[in-house]
């Protein structure tokens, strides 16, 4: 089939950005996402101009780094789908797409639809870890986990980290994200020791990275492509209120 595309093109940070348009013929209905760009890319090549630059890894639906948004979509019109696993048989004929980068304060854009999610890194750093005692791995008994707790924590272990949430929130909050990486371990014994600065200083490093406030339209919910709840929000705003209060009350 024969697309038209529309997409975001920019040298570097300090650039100003520009939609260009590109036409392919003979897409194949069973190329993934990016194997499109790719064929693109080669076109370009052979032409002797700059390919677009994009984000990806493992293509395998996995790391979510391939992110971009499709026609305003993170990651594309497909549910619970990464960019790299949506195909172009959800495309017709002869039609427009518009590919941009996720767009948000904490995410500047490096070129084209790649974008620094360092941000995200520097977030977990600040407290989403747990300490632990070098030397011989612990006995897998000494801390009983039950069935019910491990599966509420892998459930917010799922996010990939890729920020749909940030480039689909029209305040371009990081809440969904960093409400996960706090919920991952807040429920977990083995993360007490932690406990009481985790939310503030996870919270405290989103702000200072300029991403928004939760705007509370559960729109992150609905693009994040492994269906992360916007119940961990919830959960962090009871984690960071609870240290700010055990923090006054210790004053």
């Excluded at 709840?229 to 923090?247: D, G, P, Q, W």
Aim: aromatic share 6%; with cysteine; hydrophobic share 35%.
């Amino acid at each position: 089939m024969k697309l038209h595309l529309k997409i975001w093109r920019q040298k570097d940070r300090k650039s100003e950005g520009k939609l260009v348009d590109y036409t392919l013929e003979n897409v194949n209905t069973h190329m993934s996402f990016l194997e499109m760009l790719d064929t693109l890319n080669e076109e370009l090549i052979l032409k002797d101009e700059q390919p677009v630059e994009f984000d990806h890894d493992c293509r395998e639906g996995i790391c979510g780094q391939c992110g971009v948004v499709i026609n305003g979509n993170a990651h594309g019109p497909l549910k619970n789908t990464t960019t790299c696993q949506l195909h172009m048989r959800e495309f017709k004929d002869g039609e427009t797409i518009l590919i941009e980068p996720f767009r948000a304060a904490g995410f500047p854009i490096k070129k084209d639809l790649k974008v620094d999610r360092s941000a995200f890194d520097r977030i977990i750093s600040s407290g989403g870890y747990v300490s632990v005692n070098t030397g011989q791995a612990p006995e897998a008994n000494t801390i009983p986990v039950s069935h019910e707790v491990a599966e509420a924590a892998f459930d917010s272990a799922a996010c990939l980290g890729c920020g749909a949430c940030v480039a689909t929130c029209k305040n371009g909050s990081a809440a969904l994200f960093t409400a996960a990486k706090i919920t991952q371990l807040a429920i977990l014994p083995q993360s007490k020791e932690e406990r009481k600065q985790r939310a503030l200083r996870m919270i405290v490093q989103m702000d200072e990275e300029g991403f928004g406030h939760c705007s509370n339209t559960e729109a992150c919910e609905v693009e994040c492509p492994q269906g992360i709840s916007v119940l961990n929000i919830a959960r962090m705003n009871y984690e960071y209120n609870r240290a700010s209060f055990l923090k006054f009350k210790k004053k």
